[in-house]
């Protein structure tokens, strides 16, 4: 059977790619596409280090079959950044040294830009939750809730 | 110590590998590839013990894709009657444990690898490989292995005279213990059990190799040392250290876990047969299956005391699970047990007990924390029985500059008194507590470790620094260097660039481990920065035509002093690399040492716990963590890693353990139903850092890494006794565990 | 190369016939969050897999005249939590469905899914026994309609006939002073599968409860819809003999495994906890004063 043909937008570019039926969006992404900066730690959803936005919904790509981006939106986070410019998160995590061995990382940035961007002020609870889904083995994550809410309180200052 | 400018010492500068990391651009261990390269898959025991009579690849080896098929035969094998040790692992066990030999010893254990040109014609093939295994009986538990009449993973293991699964014993003994406890007025005997953990790391073990007709190799994986990978490989492959160029990957995540080889070897082997560079990642059902986790254990401790509080003798016995090949830390757990206190009598035993399930790897201070889980329980009961604050029990008996430890030092200064005493100043301590809430403390102790380091500085033409050294960088160890370089050379952090060498390019630097890093390669490139600068003043020198001698270096400046005072402008860094090639050539400096004075670190934890007692469900709700750090050069990464360690420890405490099977088999093999903490479930983790500097360091060090974990389990559990004036012995404290110890007399008495 | 196939029909009749013609090999893809992990683990190989949410019918909610609701089987949870109106009639049944997994699972996995997959400890299924949902399904003889609980038919399997695709949910119109709330006992804060699930459903009419239904998860082969706990509550005023005799019902109803997320005794006392807490929650929910 011949491979699947797929169009989509990722990160803002169109994007075209072959697929099996059965392989994943992480497996295309990491894959063919070149883009390893969404990880694999679990291949069953449970530690949301490959987490990316689909039609500005967060996903976990591995629960996503690649034959589904058909028409559809993805941000990863090769799309985070704009050119040199480092998103807000970006910076912050950098600053408070919200990572240690970096690999939950782009996960966890990219929810955490969802979570702002629909929550501008969320309480420690708020984003706690919200980044349940996102393991991290090194922090205890003390340093990216408080990296989180630092960003958006200078997120709502700006926006000011 | 040096104090040339102390401008970047103690700063949390960026990382410089920070910006690729938040950007998606680092790579990892499976973040890369190569032209023509293939994919290798393992096959793995259904069993968890069975004698492999033979196995049959023809049918995999004909399937269309498949490039090379191995066994244990393509191994190189290490007699069973010779011991060759490399760091902590014997390659007796190492050759059998990467690829079963005569046995397959537990469930997931590697029997074949097949290498093709898809992952799914790889997982195909592997099923097509019949294996005829004859099934033995196998044996989980500690107590079901020292059981006579157990079932034997190994012919050649004996103890006193017979055949056993106890593989090794360990004692440490100081003064008279009988004398000891006949002086006690008080004499507390517990045993406690804890499960086996995962150390749980995000990044699944991947490496790509190639190896070229000439045999010339490269592998890039991600480890914790690349110098291990080298050996390793070397040794179970049989090729040549000087063929073999083992390129560190980024590493997402190790903890002592990969401090051990499981894929290197076998893609080698795969990639020699099949011409082609091979690539292997496993899946986390593979890692929660075949790869370390630390050792399960079950303890007794006793302590006696006098009515005044005076700790008078000690006795621990830690029965350790090594799994399917004999190595468990009971050098960690009985040897750091004790360690944080002044006892005169003490004996320390430690037992290392095979069994059948995957062979255990190093995990943060490995056996430390089970040995302190028991020693700090008891020494609650102690204070209790004696109506003494534990943080003053604590505090009385504490070790200190001087104090002879049972495990052999006589320690120099240490700051575990000002842990303690820190605590019991910090307001978390004084804090009220509700209704079924409660507050625990505790104290641990790690060796932590020094050994071989490499380093190279180099300054660039442009009059920049170039850094490299030899450890993978595991938690920001990169960012601290930045900082002595910076520092010690009187320029910017941002203008040094601190690189991990491969083996091809750096010096021979020992693993990742033993909260070593800093410790050792601050020591080399405090030494190459001392030659450069040497070198920069001479460069100077010869520019100006006076001695040497003469010149001072300051602020990233060359400056002639004495008599020379003023009589020629200063020299800066890059004014003299531009002058380089004129004065002499390159300027650069490179130091390899077996470095030593790194000294044990402490702690003392503080838990607050709250119990839902109809639920049986415990919540942190407040933690902080007292550190003697030495100097904390970068502190929000010193902070980084105390912090992780409480995140762990909370795990290992509440929710984390590997359940089995009546099968025999691992039946939470996932992040799912192997439940280490989420965001949700933990508070912010305090930490105080104290710092007593290291006197036998240049800027005061002490290993920061793995103390963070030793003290949390029983914090956690002293909490949790506080909460409910009932104590639990057996890790974790997991909701139907905590339901079921709780009867109405012990609510009613809670409340 | 793989002997897969991918289908996003746009036409529910095109759907219920691929899934005809593939004779059993086929599987609905809503959220895939439990698919493909079952695929990853070898645990199902389709021949084909139909992707359902290019159906509109499938991903809509739709409020009904009378003040009832129809949600589309594959609406994320989501979606579920942005209507503006859902939440607030059914806090409980939108709770038991935002308790699926991360936020990332949120973003697409569904109560249909949930549903059927057929797990004893699927968190809605409760929470939808307990509102009276009604499923409508269709299938190669058309649609026909069933109460949720009768959907169940054990772990990993359901009722519904070859070639049957779930469509939608139905839930009844609210009379006044009726609410509903759904808890799970996990050991962590997320991300766990339920120990114990328990959805409750009641009205009030002057403080007296006039209608009740308990949904309780994990505790037997099946979710179960325990009548006795809600014929102990109705008729009361939630007073503590009639919660605790509900909670006994519970408890009674229970028939667990010990597995590796709990033990018999545990579920068994655990039901009748969280019984007591959801319906104290429904109760203040409902407006008890």
């Known amino acids: ?160 | 110590m040096n104090e040339t400018s102390n401008k970047w010492i103690g700063q949390n500068t960026i990382r410089p590998d920070g910006a690729d990391k938040v950007t998606g651009r680092a790579a990892y261990g499976a973040d890369t590839t190569m032209p023509g390269m293939i994919w290798g898959s393992v096959l793995r025991s259904p069993h968890p013990h069975a004698r492999i009579r033979s196995i049959d690849t023809s049918k995999a080896e004909a399937l269309p894709g498949v490039k090379a098929v191995i066994t244990a035969k393509d191994i190189v094998e290490f007699p069973l009657d010779k011991s060759v040790v490399l760091g902590i692992q014997d390659m007796r066990w190492m050759c059998r444990n990467v690829m079963a030999r005569e046995k397959a010893l537990f469930h997931g254990h590697p029997v074949a690898a097949v290498a093709a040109t898809t992952e799914a014609i790889a997982a195909e093939a592997c099923k097509l490989i019949d294996v005829d295994y004859e099934v033995l009986p196998w044996v989980i538990e500690i107590e079901d292995a020292i059981k006579p009449g157990a079932p034997l993973l190994h012919d050649f293991i004996q103890f006193e005279g017979k055949p056993s699964n106890i593989a090794g014993t360990l004692e440490h003994k100081l003064g008279d213990i009988d004398a000891g406890f006949a002086q006690a007025d008080v004499v507390i005997e517990r045993s406690f059990t804890t499960r086996p953990v995962h150390q749980g790391y995000i990044e699944t073990h991947a490496c790509l190799v190639s190896v070229s007709a000439d045999g010339k190799t490269t592998i890039w994986s991600s480890s914790q040392g690349q110098f291990m990978v080298r050996a390793m490989t070397s040794l179970l492959t049989g090729l040549p250290q000087s063929s073999i160029r083992a390129i560190p990957a980024e590493i997402g995540g190790g903890f002592g876990g990969k401090t051990i080889v499981y894929l290197e070897p076998l893609a080698t082997v795969l990639s020699k047969k099949s011409g082609r560079p091979v690539k292997m990642v496993m899946s986390r059902e593979e890692v929660m299956r075949a790869t370390g986790p630390t050792s399960g254990s079950m303890s007794t401790v006793k302590i006696g005391a006098t009515k005044d509080g005076k700790i008078v003798a000690a006795q621990g016995t830690y029965y350790l699970q090594a799994g399917a090949f004999p190595g468990s830390p009971i050098r960690g757990a009985a040897g750091c047990a004790f360690a944080p206190y002044d006892i005169p009598n003490v004996i320390s035993r430690g037992f290392d007990v095979v069994s059948n399930r995957s062979k255990v790897a190093a995990y943060r201070a490995p056996g430390a924390p089970i040995g302190a889980y028991a020693v700090e329980c008891v020494l609650d009961e102690i204070a209790e029985a004696l109506k003494i604050d534990p943080l003053d029990l604590r505090i009385q008996n504490a070790a200190r500059e001087g104090t002879k430890a049972a495990h052999g030092p006589v320690y120099p200064r240490i700051g575990l008194l000002e842990t303690m005493e820190a605590a019991r100043a910090h307001p978390h301590y004084k804090a009220p507590l509700g209704k079924f809430q409660g507050r625990g403390v505790a104290s641990g102790f790690w060796f932590n470790a020094g050994g071989e380091s490499s380093a190279q500085v180099n300054i660039t033409e442009d009059g920049n620094v170039v850094v490299t050294t030899g450890h993978p960088d595991i938690g920001g160890s990169r960012a601290a260097i930045a900082n002595i370089a910076a520092e010690l050379l009187g320029i910017d952090y941002r203008r040094v660039s601190v690189l991990i060498g491969d083996t091809a390019t750096v010096g021979y630097s020992n693993l990742t481990g033993g909260s070593r890093v800093l410790f050792a390669s601050a020591i080399v490139v405090t030494e190459s920065a001392e030659q450069v600068i040497g070198q920069l003043k001479a460069r100077a020198a010869k520019v100006w035509g006076i001695s040497a001698d003469a010149v001072v270096w300051e602020n990233g400046e060359a400056r002639p002093s004495g008599d020379h005072t003023g009589n020629f402008p200063t020299m800066t860094l890059a004014e003299i690399a531009a002058k380089a090639s004129e004065t002499g050539g390159p300027i650069g400096a490179g130091v390899q040492l077996n470095t030593t004075g790194a000294e044990g670190g402490f702690s003392t934890h503080i838990c607050d716990v709250e119990v839902d007692v109809e639920l049986g469900i415990v919540s942190v709700l407040r933690y902080t963590s007292f550190q003697d750090v030495g100097r904390a050069v970068h502190p929000a990464y010193v902070e980084g890693q105390i912090q992780g360690g409480a995140a762990q420890g909370i795990g290992w405490a509440l929710n984390e353990e590997y359940i089995y099977n009546k099968d025999g088999k691992v039946d939470n093999p996932g992040f799912l139903d192997y439940r280490m903490p989420v965001c949700s479930d933990l508070p912010m983790l305090d930490a105080v850092m104290i710092e007593i500097p290291n006197p036998k360091h240049p800027q005061g060090v002490r290993g920061v890494g793995e103390v963070p974990l030793v003290p949390v389990m029983a914090a956690v559990a002293n909490a949790v006794h506080s909460a409910l004036g009932k104590r639990f012995y057996s890790l974790p404290m997991s909701p139907p565990k905590v339901l079921e110890g709780l009867d109405e007399g012990t609510l009613q008495a809670a409340e | 190369m793989t002997d897969i196939q991918y289908l996003a029909p746009h036409t529910l009749d095109e759907a219920v016939g691929a899934f005809a013609a593939a004779a059993g090999t086929a599987r609905i893809l809503a959220g895939g969050t439990d698919l493909l992990v079952q695929m990853r683990a070898g645990m199902v190989r389709p021949g084909l897999i139909v992707d359902i949410k290019k159906i509109a019918e499938m991903t809509s909610i739709e409020e009904t005249a009378d003040g009832g609701f129809v949600v589309g089987a594959a609406v994320s949870g989501a979606v579920l939590a942005e209507h503006p109106r859902f939440g607030k009639v059914w806090p409980g049944v939108l709770e038991s469905i935002n308790l699926i997994g991360s936020t990332q699972v949120q973003g697409r996995a569904s109560a249909g899914g949930n549903l059927c997959n057929g797990s004893p400890a699927g968190d809605s299924v409760p929470a939808m026994m307990a509102a009276d949902a009604i499923v409508t399904v269709q299938g190669p003889n058309g649609r026909r309609q069933m109460p949720v609980e009768a959907v169940p038919a054990g772990p990993g399997r359901i009722n519904l006939a070859p070639a049957e695709i779930l469509v939608s949910f139905t839930l009844p119109p609210r009379p006044p002073g009726s609410s509903d709330a759904y808890l799970r006992m996990i050991p962590r804060t997320e991300m766990d599968i339920a120990v114990v699930g328990c959805g409750v459903s009641l009205t009030l009419t002057n403080g007296v409860c006039t209608a009740a239904r308990v949904g309780l998860g994990a505790v037997a082969p099946t979710v179960l819809l325990v009548e006795a706990a809600a014929k102990a509550l109705i008729g009361s005023k939630l007073d503590t003999a009639a919660v605790d005799a509900a909670a006994a019902a519970c408890s009674a109803a229970c028939r667990p495994i010990d597995d590796k997320r709990g033990t018999i005794v545990y579920r068994t006392k655990v039901a009748g906890v969280l019984l007591k807490r959801t319906v104290g929650i429904a109760a203040d929910r409902a407006g008890r004063a």
């Not at chain 1, 596409?33 to 990316?52: F, N, Q, R, Y």
């Not at chain 1, 090769?78 to 939950?104: N, R």
């Not at chain 1, 990216?144 to 630092?150: C, K």
């Open chain 1, 1 to 160: 059977m011949a491979k699947l043909h797929v169009s989509t937008t990722i990160n803002g570019e169109p994007t075209e790619f072959l697929c099996e039926a059965n392989d994943s969006m992480l497996d295309v992404l990491r894959g063919p596409l070149g883009l390893t900066g969404s990880k694999e730690g679990c291949g069953s959803g449970d530690c949301g280090a490959c987490s990316i936005m689909l039609d500005d919904r967060l996903v976990c790509s591995c629960l996503m079959l690649a034959a589904e981006a058909e028409d559809s939106d993805i941000t990863t986070i090769e799309g985070m950044a704009v050119g040199e410019k480092l998103h807000p998160l970006q910076q912050k995590f950098l600053e408070l040294a919200a990572l240690q061995c970096g690999i939950c990382t782009p996960g966890v940035l990219v929810a955490s830009k969802a979570l702002l961007e629909r929550n501008l002020n969320p309480t420690e609870t708020e984003v706690r939750y919200w980044l349940a889904g996102n393991l991290c083995r090194c922090t205890g994550y003390d340093k990216i809730v408080r990296a989180v809410l630092d960003t958006a309180a200078e997120m709502r200052e700006a926006a000011q």
